[in-house]
Every structure is written in structure tokens, then in C-alpha cells.
């Protein structure tokens, strides 16, 4: 059992943001700035390949959900990235599908 669904099944604390039926968004523990997001699906799709190609409707929402708490964070304006990261290379450390959004500083560009 991977550590977000520790915390979808309510078995470990997370500073929530958002939740609905499909989609659950939680800080960063180890935020790489002053907002740092991940948006989940409550389905343990493992990364991006498995959930797209099973259930391509919920990517957009998904992405519906990041560009809410984006509004909801006050960042929408300034600006913000979308991340998710997939297997080794990729630099997933988690196997739960999931979108970064980070924001709140100038980002840099790009990933080393
Ligand atoms: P990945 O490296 O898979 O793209 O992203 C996983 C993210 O999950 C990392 O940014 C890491 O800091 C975060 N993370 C790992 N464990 C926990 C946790 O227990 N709680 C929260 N809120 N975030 C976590």
C-alpha cells in the first residue's frame, strides 16, 4: 500500500485543499515551494500511462482540479507549473498517481 493511500484511507494526517468524489489534494510534505500541491485520484492508478490510458475522462479532471486550487491558492495569476512525474527516470518517488502543482516564486527552468 503506497503512502497515498495511507492517506485517502484516513490512516495518516494530510493538510487537505480539496476533495470530491473523484479527486482528493494535499500539501507536500517537503514542499519545493511556497505552494506545493499533489492532486490524486481516489483510484490507485500507479502513474500517468496507467491512469490516461484506464480513464482518460478523469486526467481532465484532474487538471480541472489543479487549475481550482491554483484559483483557490491565488496563483492563478502569477503563475504556476504542473508536474507528474513517471517510473525511474521520470523521478516518481510514489506509485500513486499524482500532479504537482507548484507556484508562489519564480520557477526555474529546467529540471537538472
Ligand atoms: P514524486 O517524487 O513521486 O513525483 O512525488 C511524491 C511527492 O510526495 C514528493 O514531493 C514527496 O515530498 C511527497 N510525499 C511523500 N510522502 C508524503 C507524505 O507522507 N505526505 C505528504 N503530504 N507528501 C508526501
Known sequence: MTIFQKILDGKIPADMVW???????FRDIEPKAPVHVLVIPRKP??????????????????????????????IAESGYRVI?????????SVDHL???????????????
Request: aromatic share 6%.
Open 45 to 74: 492508478y500507479r502513474n500517468i500511462g496507467e491512469g490516461a490510458t484506464e480513464d482518460p475522462e478523469l486526467m481532465g479532471h484532474l487538471l480541472w482540479v489543479c487549475s481550482q486550487i491554483a484559483e483557490q491558492e491565488g
Open 98 to 112: 499524482h500532479f504537482h502543482i507548484l507556484g508562489g516564486r519564480q520557477l526555474g527552468w529546467t529540471p537538472s
Open 84 to 92: 507528474t512525474n513517471k517510473g525511474d527516470e521520470g523521478g516518481q
Open 19 to 25: 476533495e470530491d468524489e473523484k479527486a482528493v489534494a
